[in-house]
């Protein structure tokens, strides 16, 4: 009896929860053509109207992860879309039907969403904001896995009931040895990514998660600096389907040692200063060499490997900042060191970088600043000569994360062209000036007043 009972209660809430989302879809009529919301506010209410669906149904998973859908963002920090193979939100296929059915309606609306999305993308690329529209494209596969217009731009091909990139990440053993490091082929294994390519003595699992992380750098890179890498008329082709954007081509060298000692001993006689560093990329050959273990930062991973994504859209011959602007070349490795990798998607820059944090205290309590006209005719070799290279490092960082954030990012534009164009070689005087419309005193004075913005960050361990 209290079986038939249990029975009668759960038929009753399943025909109530089948109703109740019938209901829902009956009271909003959705025409296929037209979304049923024009904006991230439409859809946000939306979505809080299904979540409460869900709490009255007593789906108390369900509405949290409809509610938590939209990633909140915050002022002062840039949010990337990492594209998934298959939607994360999908039930397993024994789920309760009601459950199956709250998905299907969650679906419906990133759907719709993802419609939005996908033609302002389209308008951004006819507009020649290219990186807004690649941003974008990348946003529309987080509402919708399935949009085929989208995974086509991103250059994915559909296999059973998953989308795949064009290559994946596999292991080898090792084949062609990197040249400076003394290792037979039997001592080290190749774990190959679309993108990178990684030798290495320690565990395999090791360099298999530092591929993952990896590709997913390489792929916010390309989202802020797509300028870099591609132009404006390649992407409207792209997005109109006339074209592909090129595969790959050679993959960036890794090389990562088991441990710290491992990297010192084999590189010591490559840079004597080596064991002074974290992680080293050796412009000649093009490897990044960096080690494995507790004690490897990855912000300094994400740096070096900055360095070599840009260097890897220029040809050999260009010593970017060699006359002037070197700090620029400098700046950009120091603000992708702000890079998290969250549930989904990541961020870069923050109230709470370590290196804005240090960039602060240097100009507010110090009152340490270099001003820009004595910056920016800065060489290479004049910066690293300059008794205070580690105040004005540090300066550099935070005038990294002043031009992207600042005031909505503003001056972002602006000094992601000013980075390619000294990364690619390619500066004409006052360069910056005229890219950011500012003077330089009128710079320093923004930037002086962007600090002032900053919350002092107590100490902590990692990001809240
Ligand atoms: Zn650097």
């Not at 209290?2 to 109740?20: I, K, P």
């Not at 053509?33 to 506010?41: G, L, R, T």
């Amino acid at each position: 009896m209290g079986t038939d009972e249990t029975r009668m209660v759960c038929a009753c809430v399943l025909l109530s929860a089948l109703l109740a989302f019938a209901v829902h879809a009956a009271d909003e009529p959705v025409a296929k053509s037209e979304p049923v919301f024009k904006d991230e506010a439409g859809y946000a209410a939306s979505l809080e109207a299904l979540a409460g669906k869900c709490d009255s149904l007593g789906l108390a998973g369900e509405a949290r992860v409809t509610r938590q859908w939209i990633v909140r963002r915050e002022p002062g920090r840039q949010y990337f879309f990492v594209v998934a193979e298959q939607d994360p939100t999908q039930p397993a296929d024994d789920a309760p039907t009601v459950v199956k059915q709250w998905h299907s309606h969650f679906r419906d609306l990133r759907r719709d969403y993802a419609r939005v999305l996908w033609e302002s993308a389209l308008a951004d690329a006819e507009a020649r904001r290219p990186a807004a529209a690649y941003r974008k494209v990348h946003e529309v596969l987080r509402e919708d896995p399935d949009h085929a217009e989208a995974r086509r731009v991103l250059g994915y091909k559909r296999s059973g009931d998953r989308w795949q990139p064009s290559e994946r990440i596999r292991t080898q053993s090792g084949r062609t040895l990197p040249p400076t490091v003394g290792w037979k082929r039997n001592e080290c294994v190749r774990v190959d990514s679309p993108h990178f390519h990684i030798t290495t003595d320690a565990q395999t699992s090791v360099a298999n998660a530092m591929a993952a992380r990896l590709e997913v750098l390489h792929d916010v890179w390309r989202q802020l600096f797509f300028t870099a890498w591609s132009s404006p008329e390649q992407l409207q082709q792209v997005m109109r389907g006339k074209r592909q954007f090129p595969a790959p081509g050679a993959r960036y060298e890794i090389v990562l040692f088991r441990d710290r000692d491992e990297y010192v001993r084999q590189l010591k006689q490559v840079e004597p200063q080596i064991d002074v560093t974290k992680g080293y990329y050796q412009k000649g050959t093009r490897t990044a060499f960096f080690y494995a273990g507790d004690d490897s930062p990855a912000a300094t991973q994400y740096h070096e490997v900055t360095h070599q994504l840009f260097h890897g859209c220029t040809g050999a011959s260009v010593d970017p900042g060699e006359h002037a602007d070197f700090w620029i070349v400098e700046a950009m490795p120091l603000y992708m060191e702000s890079f998290e990798p969250h549930n989904g998607y990541c961020t870069l820059g923050g109230p709470d970088s370590e290196r804005l944090q240090y960039a602060r205290a240097r100009r507010l309590n110090e009152n340490f600043y270099l001003a820009l006209d004595q910056l920016v005719p800065l060489s290479r070799t004049s910066l690293q000569q300059h008794p205070d290279l580690r105040a004005i490092y540090t300066e550099i960082a935070g005038l990294a994360h002043f031009l992207m954030d600042s005031q909505d990012g503003q001056l972002r534009d602006a000094a992601i062209e000013y980075a390619r164009r000294v990364n690619s070689g390619d500066v004409p005087a006052d360069l910056l000036t005229r890219l950011a419309g500012k003077s330089f005193a009128e710079l320093d004075a923004m930037y002086f007043e962007f600090m002032k913005t900053i919350p002092k960050q107590e100490a902590t361990d990692g990001h809240g």
